[in-house]
């Protein structure tokens, strides 16, 4: 089995996949985040814009993941254009980006943390992205919300740097919460979704 992933930075999903018994590759533009992944994984990793990579083995590849990849790139269709020629027929992408009109974005409005201009140049709705994904060739779309179980000191602490408006408003309120609730681990879900589509064909 084989699995193509795109952004893949220093290479930490390639050595699960490869404990699996994957065979993993990776591109990413992070030339010292590849020079890590490389020390695993040698020359199945690449560095490179994804704009202008090419696949090296087109329709080999039995999944291909862009996580936390296509709200950055200038032309998103370029993330499925690589997919469609990496994947074999009905193989599977696996993709993940904020989600407008998730309740978070929605509640939180301009005080969304995946609001982050200039790193994010495109945002999908489920009904934009499924659309996109159908005029693609691709088939049977799923959508589920990304959850992560993490510290709440640990989600505090990052919001600084993603989020730092939203950090503002309730920094004072913080020190106030018990430090057992901040240091447990909480199910977050800030508004990412997963999604899960297979290429037409076979």
Sequence with gaps: MKILYLGCFDGALLDFTKEDGWCAYGVDFLEGAVKKAQEKHGDNVQVGNLESFAVGEPGTFDVVTALDVIEHMLSP????????????SNS???????ETFSWPCVLLRRYWPCY?????????????????LKRNGFHSIAFACHIKHLPAAYVMEQM?????????????????????????????YGGEMLVFARKNGG
């Design 77 to 88: 269709q370029k993330v499925l254009d690589i997919a469609l020629s990496a994947l074999k």
């Design 92 to 98: 599977l992408l696996v993709l993940l980006t904020p």
């Design 116 to 132: 982050e201009a200039p790193e994010h140049v495109h945002y999908f709705s489920r009904k934009s992205l499924g659309l996109m």
């Design 160 to 188: 600084k740097f993603w989020g730092a408006e939203l950090h503002g408003k309730i920094k004072r309120l913080f020190p106030l919460i018990p430090n057992w609730i901040r240091q447990r681990q909480w199910p977050f």
